[in-house]
T-cell receptor, first 114, second 114 residues
Framework: GENVEQHPSTLSVQEGDSAVIKCTYS??????FPWYKQELGKRPQLIID?????GEKKDQRIAVTLNKTAKHFSLHITETQPEDSAVYFC?????????????FGGGTRVLVKP | DVKVTQSSRYLVKRTGEKVFLECVQD?????MFWYRQDPGLGLRLIYF???????EKGDIPEGYSVSREKKERFSLILESASTNQTSMYLC?????????????FGPGTRLTVT
């Protein structure tokens, strides 16, 4: 089955700096890669996703890049703000309409220092 | 607005007890999932269901079973609770369709087995 590794496990950045989280996956057939954000005490929520036919996707201050050859994808947060402090999870799956099983990475705790 | 609710936020059970965790979603989603969340291990899929009375094992099904008698309700059952099942349990739901769909998570149940 799929295996997703995520690094780093913790990341501390100064407000205004950029943060980068990297994930690698094992199944070359995986074609959908979402990122979820979990604030302290809250439920995970989808913040951005990318499909295998796209190399990069941006949404305001966040972007995700995908390198299918190397089987890794990354989340980039620019101009970090205190509200970006959270745990971020990457995930991968070989999408099919029924039973879309996501395999998650271990999570990255991001702390943005004011 | 999607709403996924779980029967308890906190639960304390004794070793050997049978434990029921319930999840209800109000958005007519076909897919429902049960995860457990442990520090450093991310979200690990226990079971999922893509239709009433249909279920598939996830990555860590041992010691768990599930029931889906109605579309909106998905129950996780610990037949004989053990201390290594102490964890945060998250339920999620998503639409069935030709495109990848966001998984909407419940607030979680923190289960302690003593």
């Amino acid at each position: 089955g799929e295996n997703v590794e995520q690094h780093p496990s913790t990341l501390s950045v100064q407000e205004g700096d950029s943060a980068v989280i990297k994930c690698t996956y094992s199944d070359s057939a995986s074609n959908y890669f979402p990122w979820y954000k979990q604030e302290l005490g809250k439920r995970p929520q989808l913040i951005i996703d990318i499909r295998s036919n796209v190399g990069e996707k941006k949404d305001q201050r966040i972007a995700v890049t995908l390198n299918k050859t190397a089987k890794h994808f990354s989340l980039h947060i620019t101009e970090t703000q205190p509200e970006d402090s959270a745990v971020y999870f990457c995930a991968a799956t070989r999408f099919k309409a029924a039973g879309n099983k996501l395999t998650f990475g271990g999570g990255t705790r991001v702390l943005v220092k004011p | 607005d999607v709403k996924v609710t779980q029967s308890s936020r906190y639960l304390v059970k004794r070793t050997g007890e049978k434990v029921f965790l319930e999840c209800v979603q109000d958005m007519d989603h076909e897919n429902m999932f049960w995860y457990r969340q442990d520090p450093g291990l991310g979200l690990r899929l226990i079971y999922f269901s893509y239709d009433v009375k249909m279920k598939e094992k996830g990555d860590i099904p041992e010691g768990y079973s599930v029931s889906r008698e109605k579309k909106e309700r998905f129950s996780l059952i610990l037949e004989s609770a053990s201390t290594n099942q102490t964890s945060m349990y998250l339920c999620a739901s998503s639409l069935f369709g030709p495109d990848p769909a966001e998984q909407y998570f419940g607030p979680g149940t923190r289960l302690t087995v003593t």
